[in-house]
């Protein structure tokens, strides 16, 4: 009997694993049929979830965690047993800034700390005048949120004190740059690649330059629904995990661009959906496509794996912005959101590699080596944060006192 499960999502690249899922029949296979609810904001998404109008939803990794703390509205716990991907974000300035920050053309990435510099400069400056800079994030719970402060403060740079930060849903950012709302953004594809088409800003830096290996979206849930449906959720981690192999094959490329851009997905150009598959983007308008290697990260490195460390990097982001006093018993339900225990379970006997270890030392794999499985051969890669700086969560405490 084939079970129905509802998907909430907002039209971004990223929600391309439960897409592709149910179009090219991964999740057919499994007994599954899959419906999905398109939405603008991440608050109508989580609304929906809560609420029941979905079963799960493609979720910002910190939502997930803020919503089961109880951060902005009355908690209510969440699950995280699947990773929809790593990165797939950019830094996108108004041509007024990026002209200011770095008169001329330039069709490479910036430098993260050689840029930071430079807007620091310029963000004192206006703070000094009156004008402070004003940027875009997708949501106060957001990996966009985090990585832009995390860099902006490595930096030198004070967020809400030198800088303004502001939230814009994703469909609208070419809209706020284009009227002069925000000076510069961090959001996910297509929505970079929308503006510089547009002709209202240039993309100066991926997310993945400030964490090589940064969590971003997961696969989100209520408890209850865990607890009732696991069958089904399980099944969809497989199908899931097969979509993912499906994704990064360049071989489908072009035909998954064209399926993501479908009005009732993306509704984009399927031209720069293509771009962000195949980690080519046009940084400026007109300008060529340029690589940048692992710009979008679905498959390969247990990239789906919900690592607790990956949610306990998260909640010190969370202690230091919405600056909490750092709790054990809420660092212990943050962690608990991710779980790895469901992945396992969903994928042990298939062709799929499990990590021996359920959370690891973040930003310390400097090259290529080979990590301790369960199940299969895995290789991890370089995963550095920008700064060089790791993270243990067998040290959490000490990590906070040193970002304060």
Same mark, same amino acid.
């Given at each position: 009997?084939?079970?129905?499960?509802?998907?909430?999502?907002?039209?971004?690249?990223?929600?391309?694993?439960?897409?592709?899922? @149910?179009?090219?029949?991964?999740?057919?296979?499994?007994?599954?049929?899959?419906?999905?609810?398109?939405?603008? #904001?991440?608050?109508?998404?989580?609304?929906?979830?809560?609420?029941?109008?979905?079963?799960?939803?493609?979720?910002?990794?910190?939502?997930?965690?803020?919503?089961?703390?109880?951060?902005?509205?009355?908690? @209510?716990?969440?699950?995280?047993?699947?990773?929809?991907?790593?990165?797939?974000?950019?830094?996108?300035?108004?041509?007024?800034?990026?002209?200011?920050?770095?008169? !001329?053309?330039?069709?490479?990435?910036?430098?993260?700390?050689?840029?930071?510099?430079?807007?620091?400069?310029?963000?004192?400056? /206006?703070?000094?005048?009156?004008?402070?800079?004003?940027?875009?994030? $997708?949501?106060?719970?957001? #990996?966009?949120?985090?990585?832009? /402060?995390?860099?902006?403060?490595?930096?030198?740079?004070?967020?809400?004190?030198? $800088?303004?930060?502001?939230?814009?849903?994703?469909?609208?950012?070419?809209?706020?740059?284009?009227?002069?709302?925000?000076?510069?953004?961090?959001?996910?594809?297509?929505?970079?690649?929308?503006?510089?088409?547009? !002709?209202?800003?240039?993309? $100066?830096?991926?997310?993945?330059?400030?964490?090589?290996?940064?969590?971003?979206?997961?696969?989100?849930?209520?408890?209850?629904?865990?607890?009732?449906?696991?069958?089904?959720?399980?099944?969809?981690?497989?199908?899931?995990?097969?979509?993912?192999?499906?994704?990064?094959?360049?071989?489908?490329?072009?035909?998954?661009?064209?399926?993501?851009?479908?009005?009732?997905?993306?509704?984009?150009?399927?031209?720069?959906?293509?771009?962000?598959?195949?980690?080519?983007?046009?940084?400026?308008?007109?300008?060529?496509?340029?690589?940048?290697?692992?710009?979008?990260?679905?498959?390969?490195?247990?990239?789906?794996?919900?690592?607790?460390?990956?949610?306990?990097?998260?909640?010190?982001?969370?202690?230091?912005?919405?600056?909490?006093?750092?709790?054990?018993?809420?660092?212990?339900?943050?962690?608990?959101?991710?779980?790895?225990?469901?992945?396992?379970?969903?994928?042990?006997?298939?062709?799929?590699?499990?990590?021996?270890?359920?959370?690891?030392?973040?930003?310390?794999?400097?090259?290529?080596?080979?990590?301790?499985?369960?199940?299969?051969?895995?290789?991890?890669?370089?995963?550095?944060?920008?700064?060089?700086?790791?993270?243990?969560?067998? @040290?959490?405490?000490?990590?906070?006192? #040193?970002? #304060?």
């Amino acid at each position: 009997m084939t079970q129905q499960l509802k998907v909430g999502f907002l039209p971004l690249v990223d929600a391309c694993l439960p897409i592709i899922a @149910q179009e090219r029949g991964f999740a057919e296979q499994e007994g599954l049929d899959l419906h999905f609810v398109r939405d603008v #904001s991440w608050a109508t998404v989580l609304d929906r979830l809560l609420y029941g109008h979905s079963d799960v939803a493609h979720m910002l990794a910190p939502l997930a965690i803020a919503t089961t703390l109880g951060r902005g509205r009355p908690a @209510q716990p969440l699950v995280a047993p699947f990773v929809l991907g790593l990165n797939g974000n950019a830094v996108t300035l108004s041509n007024v800034l990026a002209d200011t920050l770095m008169p !001329g053309e330039t069709d490479s990435l910036c430098d993260p700390r050689e840029l930071g510099a430079r807007l620091r400069e310029e963000a004192l400056a /206006r703070r000094d005048a009156g004008r402070p800079i004003r940027l875009g994030v $997708v949501h106060r719970y957001s #990996s966009h949120n985090y990585m832009l /402060r995390y860099w902006l403060a490595g930096c030198g740079i004070r967020p809400d004190e030198d $800088v303004e930060i502001v939230t814009v849903a994703p469909p609208f950012t070419a809209d706020a740059l284009a009227s002069g709302e925000i000076d510069g953004s961090c959001v996910g594809e297509p929505w970079n690649s929308v503006a510089v088409d547009r !002709g209202v800003g240039r993309i $100066v830096l991926a997310t993945a330059q400030i964490w090589r290996r940064g969590v971003e979206k997961v696969l989100a849930m209520r408890q209850p629904v865990l607890d009732e449906r696991r069958d089904a959720v399980e099944k969809l981690i497989r199908a899931l995990r097969h979509a993912g192999e499906h994704f990064v094959d360049p071989a489908n490329w072009e035909a998954n661009a064209e399926l993501l851009a479908r009005p009732e997905y993306l509704a984009s150009d399927p031209r720069l959906v293509l771009g962000a598959i195949s980690d080519r983007l046009v940084l400026r308008q007109d300008g060529p496509a340029v690589h940048y290697s692992d710009f979008m990260f679905q498959h390969r490195e247990a990239a789906n794996f919900p690592w607790i460390s990956q949610a306990q990097w998260l909640y010190t982001q969370m202690v230091r912005w919405d600056r909490m006093e750092y709790d054990p018993a809420d660092a212990a339900r943050a962690a608990a959101v991710f779980r790895p225990d469901i992945y396992r379970s969903a994928l042990r006997g298939a062709d799929s590699p499990l990590p021996g270890a359920s959370s690891k030392v973040e930003g310390a794999v400097k090259g290529m080596i080979g990590a301790s499985t369960e199940q299969g051969h895995l290789v991890m890669e370089l995963d550095a944060f920008f700064d060089g700086k790791t993270f243990d969560p067998e @040290q959490l405490e000490e990590y906070l006192a #040193s970002q #304060s």
